[in-house]
């Protein structure tokens, strides 16, 4: 479903990705693991569009991304594929609700239809009680729970979370991992997760360990043990 081909990416002279191969299938959860600079988010920014590559080639069932326009693009990002971040990206002056429309504003569908979905979508991942308070009036979990219900709304075909964990404690931490595979179990999600977390990897159908730029190995989950 998402493929990369010889993917190569500078900042000035620095080597941040070297000719870096993948693919991902339907529904699977794929976790990127290494050292701090190995090129993980950079590998992540790449595959969801949001950075380009000097080299190489990105496609989403089907679609070069890289050679659809900027509009285009922007278009394939909002309706196929959601992002998590490590920092929730909440807008402060509107409620949770509000929040987890926005994919879905951006793409002109009915109020009324929105509305419905972002309270379904709420109610999946446990925050329906809180649907009307402001991000500061939740906590950290519940805010990345947000976050999370924003990403998946419009259903998109792959989610992207980059170190979805790394700002929370150890018990909200646990609690996002688990969430993240009830949806996929729910929704048949595929996820693609860069993360230092060494729980959250093992949970994954495969883990990509990097090193300088590329992929040096490939851990399948029945290996772990």
């Not at 409620?95 to 951006?106: D, S």
């Not at 446990?126 to 999370?148: C, D, F, W, Y």
């Not at 931490?173 to 977390?197: K, P, S, W």
């Amino acid at each position: 479903m998402l493929s990369a081909q010889n993917l190569s990416k500078k900042y000035g002279q620095l080597q941040v990705l070297n000719d870096v191969s993948l693919e991902i299938k339907k529904g699977e959860f794929v976790a990127i693991a290494g050292p701090s600079g190995a090129g993980k988010s950079t590998l992540l920014h790449l595959l969801g569009s949001l950075d380009f590559p000097d080299r190489g080639h990105v496609k989403l069932m089907d679609k070069d991304i890289f050679k659809l326009s900027a509009k285009k693009q922007s278009a394939f990002r909002n309706e196929h594929m959601g992002f998590v971040f490590q920092f929730h990206h909440l807008l402060p002056e509107f409620t949770a609700l509000e929040n987890v429309c926005m994919p879905l504003w951006i793409a002109d569908k009915n109020k009324k239809e929105v509305t419905e979905a972002a309270t379904a979508v709420l109610k999946t991942v446990g925050l329906l009680h809180r649907m009307n308070h402001k991000p500061t009036e939740l906590s950290g979990g519940e805010q990345q729970r947000v976050a999370i219900a924003r990403a998946i709304v419009h259903k998109p075909s792959v989610i992207f979370a980059d170190e979805p964990t790394g700002n929370l404690d150890t018990a909200n931490a646990q609690a996002v991992h688990e969430l993240f595979l009830e949806l996929r179990a729910l929704y048949n999600h595929t996820f693609v997760i860069v993360t230092h977390n060494e729980k959250l990897a093992a949970m994954a159908d495969r883990t990509l360990f990097m090193k300088d730029g590329r992929i040096e190995m490939e851990r399948l989950k029945e290996d772990i043990g």
